[in-house]
């Protein structure tokens, strides 16, 4: 049949019945016809055959739309039909095909590093200005395979990634010293350096021998976005739905292959943190990443990650500084009581909030300084604490290998009895849950058991059987949120006490002997939803922090003026600004308003100057004067709470650098949801 197929294509083209057809355009043919080979069938009457043999003509949509999409004559289209609708008609599907000649690869290709997929650098000639194989253009010949893994839609994959290189260049004898750069598919490498490449590649490398598709990665950024997925549940997701590890795969050690088919958390990892940093360079236009490349690949991003949250901290979140949308901004008529004129006024105001999630910190009250490892107790500068008893107010030095002196030694036992049980007992009851499989990052570990989300205290007394010796409880005490204090009053709050007895003459003591994190997250919210900005608190919620916070972020370049901020303390928060109108000034021309909700259930109707000064409705700005309604949606901020509480456990390990670089992203990929939320709804959002 293919001989008869093959005469007539010549018969054609030789009586030019084919004019401006390429062999290309041939194989275009075929692949659409066949792939549409149903909607044929299902296009021709009921008593035929079509199904078992071809029709003698294409229904005339699939006609008009082969002819378009290849540029041919429907007379051209009608003549290729004719001749290879045998041939179409006899073809197996796109994805046999593939399926075969993947495996006709796997068995015949590999043992001469052959693979379906091959990953070569974005040129195959040098690309150094001034080097003399790219003045000549000539081809890199020098190459270097290696057997690498890919995870790509639908599957997991081998490759071989192939890497060239640009040697010392021969001209009239002589070895002139040339650029010496290896070429990868991601990045060049010259002199220890690794220069990405303006744009972002279709397989981002995230290991040594290993590679991650940009669609799998802008599949885990968005399921961490939307649902909150940890690395484990992404890492378990795609080897269970796609790569199908256990049935889908040969043993491929026996194929020759030496590396591993398993996605782990820190491949994930690596690939978020390099796709965001590689997307944030080309927004701003700064050009390619540089990193080096020898170190660990930990700690490779490290640096450009501080860099990427120091700009954050600096500029904040540069796409929504100057939004407004009609859910956020107002433009108000009121009449001046005193002149009787009428005064336009801008309304933009800022709901603040908290939300008890953290990083590891330095466990000395407020000390914001980055621990060397996230299972350190102290950062470098109090590390010599380390060296003293873990109960407060005693200095004793501590026994080796331990967190306290000598003679509080069965403190430090009696906490490690109490983790060591607990853990046990957690461990019996997650045989028992829903999530048999305990593969999310928020089940309990031993590590969780050395972290003070509450302050613990040690109570002492006489047994209850009256024998010799002391009995040692342990209490949790939740941590104070120091709201409405000022920064000393809660510094003071939080020394260390004397041992102190209760009535029933049981001695109470405060230990540190686990880690510690930072107090809250402290978020500002738009009205419309739109997180402006947010920052952990290290020793408290103090209203002064909130205070110094909320000046800061709209003090960036660009910030528009703050008009109304709404929080749940805002009349502790005005009293502070009234006791100390010098240091708050800038604070003078700003509403501060308690939210709805808070003003109505948790304000006393007697604090006279709360609802004085800070009564919602003192503020008939804040009413849409058509519907009596509140204009602002004032919870906006405890509703986006939820959301980043919604993280606490995937961040209850990370160092402070990678949690405000990740939470940093998800606000900002959320607020972009947001943006394009507002304009399908018609609230025009735009910049001032």
Known sequence: MLQGTLKLLGAAVHANKLPGVEIWSIFSFMIRCRQLKDVIILAQHASTLADQQPPLHLPLPILATLSDSLNISDETIKQLWMILKEEIWAMPTISEIQEKEMTALVDHGWKRELTWLNIFPPTHRCMTHGCKANQRSALLKKCVPKQTVVFCFPTVQPAYAISLYCPAYVIFMKRVPDCNTTYHNNYAVRGGTRFYYDSKPKYLQVGEHHYVEDKVVSLWVTLMVLGSFSATNCSKSYDVALSCLEISHPDWLAHGWQFSLRLTVEHIWFAFNLDRLMEQHCIAGRGPLVLPHTGDQKVRLHQLMVERNRHIAEFGQEEVIRHVCDRCFRVFEKVDPKTGLVKTMHVHPLVGDGVSIGHLCCCVHACNRDLTSTKDRFCSAHAYLNEKCAVEKCSNPVEPRRKACKDHRHLEKKKDDHKNSFFNFTRRLQRFQPNLAGIDDGEVGEGDLDIDENDEEFLIGQKDDGSPGEKVEIRHVQKPGFVGVGDEEAARLALPCEAAKSDSGNRRIKAHFSRRRTHNEQTLVRPCGVVYARAPFFGAEAVSNVLTM??????????????????????????????????????????????????????KTTHDFCQKHCNPAKFEELVDEKTKKWFFNTSIAEQVNVWLGSYQSMCREMTAVQYNFFLDEMVRLRNQMVLARLQEQGRNPRFL
């Open 550 to 603: 909320t000046q800061t972020a709209c003090s960036v370049p660009d910030a528009l003026p703050l008009t109304h901020f709404v929080y749940d303390c805002s009349c502790l928060a005005l009293e502070q600004i009234q006791a100390n109108k010098e240091k708050w000034s800038w604070w003078k021309d700003v509403q501060l308003v308690v939210d709805v909700w808070h003003f109505a259930n948790k304000h």
